[in-house]
């Protein structure tokens, strides 16, 4: 076993640009979720609109990246909006599906063959991103240090990604020790006795899911930009499952939880992979058992597996305090 | 609330206005002419197959959910694991490669067992344990994370058939045709919804199983044994669920997602029906499966299923409580 590339691979994989687009979707849904208690399972369509709203603006319609994270901004809001307005007047299951439907519709459309002359299609968009990388101030050259190594282009998209999460979590935090904040966080605990003291909570409900979601939004227009390419089939749903498995491991209802539990699932997802994939190499797991084209799958249960184990031992995850995250559904 | 209820046919008939106009775009095969009322048929036929199905896996789901309340994310993955049992035991190069019927009664048990065993194993602890309905919600997301990845695993990525009913020449009846398979998969299933409605009516299990979806707390008091009524509820969905799965991989093809595929039409149609109500159910998914094939007729085949869900955040917009649901308060 090569365990310096394993640990070095699980580094240069919590730091990189995906797990800080990750960070930042689920930024957004610990609003929702750890904050404000509603169960959004279609942060992924928030990502999917951010992310085409800057693909198509540039690529399709020739405008500015500018205007395109802008357009992908507005996007979202929209989607909020019409997701919001029916459904936060219902019990939270039905926020759940509706939004998990919500998600599937919008990539069933954006990959259909009618909508393939604005988003390409099944084959999505590619090279919208010249402009940011144009911008990019870090000369050409590797940096690093021990074997985590980046090209100036990762290095150019992970600093900007992150940097965008570091300013939102600082936001975040004074936005959720705002009196703001603590209305989200009773509503949470109990609704009913925050309508009673006269606040309406479908409004801040409705506040929560539009600002979540344009955090959302920005985790995929980053995503988008930091590969340079948008694909339908990306934004699968199982995209919000990871997100809950990462958002529940840092601890949700936490400003720094999504952070750390995006670094940690990418690392813990790329020791497994490599791990996995170097002892069927070695043969120490039989072929029949597992074969090196299983692995991404084997993985991929190991989360599911991990989800349901978190849920049942830790629920409030790393950070979190237990007492806190007695959620229930209303 | 009162613009909703005013917006919603307003956009139904504005898409209905467009779905032609769209059907005649260049490179599109255009519609109208004497074929077009026996396409609108042949897919009303289609429609009511695959709702069908639909309905046969979506009355575990309800069922669940009614006397549990609990939104079962991984019973889709009951779904995919009949279908693969049927297909291990029928056509799997390994495998005893048995007839489809017996092999489908093997399935249906497996499920039913595998059903039980999710039950036993993980939920009924958990809620002696007091976790909140969201966090099981979350679990049942994890479960069926892992189940359709371990299928995955075993299956692999190809979608496969079933040995027998593969090819068929399909009668024509009037102005519709359908294969024998087809027609039977639609008998065997009405029949199969025809027995459980009898069941949850005619029975002392289903009047209990009716009992504690309506009322938990007042079910237990009046000494029906809450525990035993949602483990037969498991089985039975368990059991549904392996069915319908050998009947939409015969129908189509056995993939290892088909389960994941299938759940959220199983979802919009007990929605549509009203959630919790094994009879809205039934209705429900046929309406989805309906309005699955129909979309066909006017829209590409790629959006059948979009179109589905759209009917389930439309129902949300004016009638949460579904067709046969109860006005109770659900806000």
């Given at each position: 076993m090569d365990w310096t590339t394993v640990f070095s691979d699980a580094i240069r994989a919590g730091l990189g640009p995906v797990a800080a687009c990750y960070a930042l979707a689920a930024i957004g849904l610990n609003l929702h979720?750890?904050?404000?208690?509603?169960?959004?399972?279609?942060?992924v369509a928030f990502m999917l609109v951010g992310a085409y709203g800057v693909a198509a603006s540039v690529?399709?319609?020739?405008?500015s990246l500018v205007a395109g994270v802008l357009i992908g901004l507005a996007c979202s809001v929209v989607l909020a909006l019409l997701l919001g307005l029916?459904?936060?007047?219902?019990?939270?299951e039905y926020l759940a599906i509706s939004t998990i439907a919500a998600g599937e519709i919008l990539r069933l459309f954006y990959r259909s063959s009618w909508a393939e002359p604005v988003?390409?299609?099944?084959?999505g968009l590619q090279r919208f991103a010249t402009a940011f990388y144009q911008a990019?101030?870090?000369?050409?050259d590797t940096y690093g240090f021990w074997l985590v190594q980046f090209n100036s282009r990762d290095l150019w998209a992970l600093a900007v990604a992150w940097a965008v999460v570091l300013v939102l979590c600082v936001v975040l935090a004074v936005l959720v020790r705002s009196p703001w904040g603590r209305v989200l966080r009773s509503i949470r605990e109990d609704e009913d006795a925050v309508r009673s003291l006269g606040k309406s909570v479908y409004s801040y409900k409705l506040q929560s899911l539009v600002l979540g979601g344009a955090i959302g939004a920005m985790g995929g227009m980053m995503l988008a930009i930091s590969t340079q390419s948008v694909n339908p089939?990306?934004?699968?749903p199982v995209v919000t499952f990871f997100l809950y498995t990462l958002l529940v491991l840092g601890g949700?209802?936490?400003?720094?939880g999504p952070v750390i539990g995006s670094i940690l699932f990418w690392a813990v997802l790329t020791i497994v992979d490599s791990t996995l994939r170097q002892a069927i190499t070695a043969g120490h797991i039989p072929e029949t058992l597992l074969t090196a084209p299983e692995v991404g799958a084997a993985r991929f249960a190991l989360v599911g597996l991990g989800l349901m184990l978190l849920m049942i031992f830790?629920?409030?995850?790393?950070?979190?305090?237990r007492r806190e995250m007695l959620l229930d559904a209303r | 609330m009162r613009v909703h209820r005013l917006l919603v046919p307003a956009l139904v008939v504005l898409l209905l206005a467009l779905g032609p106009a769209e059907a005649m775009a260049p490179g599109t095969e255009a519609v109208?002419?004497?074929s077009g009322l026996s396409k609108a048929l042949q897919a009303l036929l289609n429609g009511v197959q695959f709702g069908s199905v639909i309905a046969i896996t979506a009355v575990g789901l309800s069922l669940v959910f009614g006397t549990t309340r609990l939104i079962n994310f991984a019973h889709g993955e009951l779904v995919t694991v009949g279908a693969v049992t049927a297909f291990f035991f029928n056509?799997?190069?390994?495998?005893?490669?048995?007839?489809l019927i017996l092999s489908t009664v093997l399935a249906v048990i497996a499920g039913a067992l595998l059903g039980g065993l999710i039950e036993l194993g993980l939920f009924r602890p958990l809620r002696a344990r007091g976790t909140s309905l969201i966090s099981l919600f979350i679990i049942t997301i994890g479960l069926s994370l892992l189940l359709r990845h371990l299928v995955l695993i075993l299956f692999g990525t190809s979608p496969r058939s079933y040995r027998e009913y593969d090819l068929q020449r399909a009668w024509n009846l009037g102005p519709v045709s359908i294969t024998p398979r087809d027609l039977t998969i639609i008998g065997l299933s009405v029949l199969v919804l025809l027995g459980v409605a009898l069941m949850l009516q005619k029975t002392r299990i289903g009047t209990a199983i009716r009992a504690v979806a309506s009322n938990r707390d007042l079910a237990e008091s009046s000494g029906i044994d809450v525990r035993r009524v949602v483990l037969v509820v498991w089985l039975l969905g368990g059991a549904l669920a392996a069915l319908g799965g050998v009947f939409f991989g015969l129908a189509e093809v056995i993939t290892w997602d088909m389960g994941f595929r299938l759940l959220l039409l199983m979802f919009a149609g007990i929605i549509l029906g009203g959630l919790g109500s094994a009879y809205g159910a039934m209705v429900g998914s046929f309406v989805i499966g309906i309005v699955a094939q129909v979309s066909t007729l006017w829209f590409p085949i790629d959006l059948q299923n979009a179109w589905a869900l759209l009917v389930l955040i439309v129902v949300l917009l004016i009638r949460p409580q579904g067709i046969l649901g109860r006005r109770e308060r659900v806000g």
């Open positions: 979720f750890g904050y404000t208690g509603l169960l959004n399972f279609g942060q690529s399709t319609f020739g405008l029916p459904a936060l007047r219902l019990r939270a988003t390409g299609g099944v084959f990019n101030p870090i000369p050409r089939d990306s934004y699968d949700a209802g936490r400003v720094l830790r629920p409030q995850g790393l950070l979190g305090s | 109208p002419g004497p056509a799997s190069a390994g495998g005893p490669r048995w007839p």
